[in-house]
């Protein structure tokens, strides 16, 4: 079946630390996305990328970094730059071919706590 | 810039009730409309979506939401909650040309006895 999927599923960081969260996904989607999720805050966008080798800072990019050298992945590294990561990070993918991609398809999240 | 209102944080209902969660956006066109549901610790599932025609839209898991132009608003509606329905709700809208969807704050439900 094709999906997104992230790893790991929880996360530990100590301060000072980078650290990586994987997203793949097997829909042939072009467009990837990360969010970070704070209770009571919604969903805020942290890094989106269309095309394979470009990608565009969201809302609250700063601490954060991306790659997306295959169109089937898109990590993201919460540098020691980012005070407060402690949150909740869901990846997303979409098509370009509609406005909202027809609606974005997301992984299952990755909770990441500072130690 | 498109923008979404969900105006309640918390709504209970009881099992069993009829549901309405309320999402009113801001867009000089016609807009293209989502709710998803997440479950606690998972990610965002889409329940529907409305891109033109029919404003009645249905979705999965026994949901409906209404288009309303001349009020801005997608509500989410069921007609009979089950306890397996309390998660929180999100509404998202998205712009003609533009890929990004803009995301409500969120409404959690709670479903009690």
């Known amino acids: 079946d094709g999906g997104i999927t992230q790893s790991p599923k929880y996360l530990f960081r100590k301060e000072g630390q980078n650290v990586t969260l994987s997203c793949e996904q097997n829909?042939?989607?072009?467009?990837m996305y990360w969010y970070r999720q704070d209770p009571g805050q919604g969903l805020r966008l942290i890094y989106y990328?269309?095309?394979?080798?470009?990608?565009q800072k969201g809302d609250i990019a700063e601490g954060y970094s991306v790659s997306r050298e295959k169109k089937e992945s898109f990590p993201l590294t919460v540098t020691s730059a980012q005070k407060n990561p402690t949150a909740f990070y869901l990846c997303?993918?979409?098509?370009?071919?509609?406005?909202?991609?027809?609606?974005?398809?997301f992984g299952s999240g990755t909770r990441l706590t500072v130690v | 810039a498109q923008s979404v209102t969900q105006p309640d944080i918390h709504i209970t209902v009881s099992e069993g009730a009829s549901l309405e969660l309320r999402c009113n956006y801001s867009y000089g066109a016609t807009p293209y409309l989502f709710w998803y549901v997440q479950s606690p610790g998972q990610g965002l599932q889409l329940l529907l979506k409305y891109f033109s025609g029919d404003t009645l839209v249905q979705g999965i898991k026994g949901f409906e939401a209404e288009f309303k132009r001349s009020q801005s608003s997608f509500n989410l509606r069921k007609p009979s909650v089950h306890w397996s329905d309390a998660a929180e709700y999100f509404c998202?809208?998205?712009?003609?040309?533009?890929?990004?969807?803009?995301f409500g704050t969120g409404t959690r439900l709670l479903v009690s006895p």
């Open positions: 829909l042939n989607h072009d467009a």
């Open positions: 998202a809208v998205g712009a003609t040309g533009f890929q990004k969807l803009v």
């Open positions: 997303a993918s979409s098509t370009m071919e509609a406005p909202g991609g027809y609606g974005y398809t």
């Open positions: 990328s269309q095309i394979v080798n470009d990608f």
